[in-house]
């Protein structure tokens, strides 16, 4: 069958992130593509996915699905997480992708995790800190202490932070509803710089681990990304029980590098 006869189609069943179907004659779905929004807190580069079925591939149909995400993009960068050496990554480097990191993904299987552990580690004090949540619907750039000020109500992402005096020193978020496995996403934890040092980090991701399991019973793992050269956090996730599951390459493409880019 040729792929001429392929039509890129825009399918709308996930709110917040956009997505297309790449469909053969009869319906046959050859391949996908989404771009979602990829980092809750602050700015960041919406990720492009994008799969081809195998008997589908080297006709052009994942260049076009790509095609069709950039027309779409509101800013100049998107952003797409591939295996090291797999055609993932041979199709980003052909359209003119730049690696801009390595990174690991782990996971935490919450029957791996003992519980009375979990809570020493919760309960140790650390001096002059304290530790508070917050449950909702992250909105669009949230601000950390914003958020820790507003009211808790019924929501997918949960904030766990260390305060000092009311100040947030450390903190970490998890996410429950991306995947669609009983699964959350997990960013942080995040130290700033005047508190690191004092183990505050493992401490907030263990309240966090704890909590949502309060929270959102439902959910069996955890899942992480972490820069490859960001050796503390690293630590942090082997200490606290995850395992590493893979390794990536995380890609950028910058449209504002390319000739007549429209500008925002
Ligand atoms: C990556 C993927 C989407 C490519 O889909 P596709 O329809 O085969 O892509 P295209 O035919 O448009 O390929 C465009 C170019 O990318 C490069 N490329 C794609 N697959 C490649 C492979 N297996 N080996 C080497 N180069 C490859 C080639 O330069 C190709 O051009 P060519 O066929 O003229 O040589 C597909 O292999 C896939 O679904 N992989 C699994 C999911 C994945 O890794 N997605 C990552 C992207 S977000």
């Known amino acids: 069958m040729s792929e001429a006869l392929i039509d890129i189609v825009p399918v709308s069943d996930h709110p917040g992130t956009s997505r297309w179907q790449a469909l053969a004659p009869r319906g046959v779905v050859a391949g996908v593509a989404s771009l979602r929004p990829i980092i809750p807190l602050g700015p960041g ?39 090291a050496g797999s055609p993932g990554e041979a199709f980003c480097q052909r359209h003119g992708f730049r690696h801009t990191r390595s990174r690991r993904h782990h996971l935490l299987t919450y029957c791996d995790v003992h519980r009375a552990w979990l809570g020493e580690l919760v309960d140790a004090e650390h001096a002059g800190y304290r530790l508070t949540h917050w449950t909702g619907d992250l909105p ?16 997918n992402a949960l904030l766990t932070a260390a305060d000092a005096d009311g100040d947030p020193a450390a903190y ?69 029980g995850f395992r590493l599951v893979r390794r990536t390459h995380l890609y950028e493409l910058d449209d504002t590098l390319a000739p007549g880019w429209r500008g925002m």
């Open 45 to 83: 580069a919406p990720e492009l996915h994008v799969y081809v079925e195998p008997q589908w591939r080297r006709r052009g149909i994942g260049s076009r699905l790509l095609a069709t995400a950039r027309k779409q993009l509101a800013e100049p960068r998107l952003v797409a997480d591939v295996v």
């Open 140 to 155: 669009d750039a949230p601000r950390i202490e914003e958020l820790l000020r507003s009211p808790g109500r019924p929501g």
């Open 172 to 240: 970490a978020v998890a996410v429950v509803g991306v995947l669609p496995e009983p699964r959350a996403r997990q960013w942080g934890p995040a130290v700033l710089p005047e508190h690191r040092g004092r183990r505050l980090g493992r401490w907030v991701n263990a309240a966090l681990i704890q909590r949502l399991r309060e929270v959102h019973p439902h959910v069996n793992k955890i899942e992480t990304v972490t820069a490859e050269d960001d050796l503390h956090l690293l630590a942090v996730r082997q200490d606290l």
